[in-house]
């Protein structure tokens, strides 16, 4: 179906920083980023992405257990393995 216009189309003007600070355009592009992040940990190469914050804590942890500043802790029995007992 076509339709005749009375006069021609015009995209309107590109708005300034200053009207799309009423739209907080900013903020909407760090949610964005934000939620890049998110489904990048969650999605389907989920076990491709390296975290590397993750990593760098570890390293540390190993480093003190390596030079003595640190004790090793075994993870407390969270269950894991054992049966509940019927009695």
């Known amino acids: 179906?076509?339709?005749?216009?009375?006069?021609?189309?015009?995209?309107p003007e590109e708005p300034t920083e200053e009207e799309y600070d009423k739209f907080n355009k900013?903020?909407?592009?760090?949610?964005?980023?934000?939620?890049e992040k998110f489904q990048e940990r969650l999605g389907p190469n989920r076990d491709t992405?390296?975290?590397t914050e993750r990593r760098e804590k570890m390293?540390?942890?190993a480093k003190a257990l390596?030079?003595?500043?640190?004790k090793w802790k075994p993870?407390?029995?969270?269950?894991f393995?054992?049966?509940?007992?019927?009695?």
């Open 1 to 11: 179906m076509t339709v005749e216009l009375e006069r021609p189309f015009v995209w």
């Open 26 to 35: 900013k903020q909407n592009a760090m949610y964005e980023k934000e939620q």
């Open 49 to 51: 992405v390296i975290n």
């Open 59 to 61: 390293r540390e942890q």
């Open 66 to 70: 390596l030079e003595g500043r640190a």
């Open 75 to 79: 993870v407390a029995d969270r269950g």
């Open 81 to 87: 393995g054992s049966m509940p007992s019927s009695r």
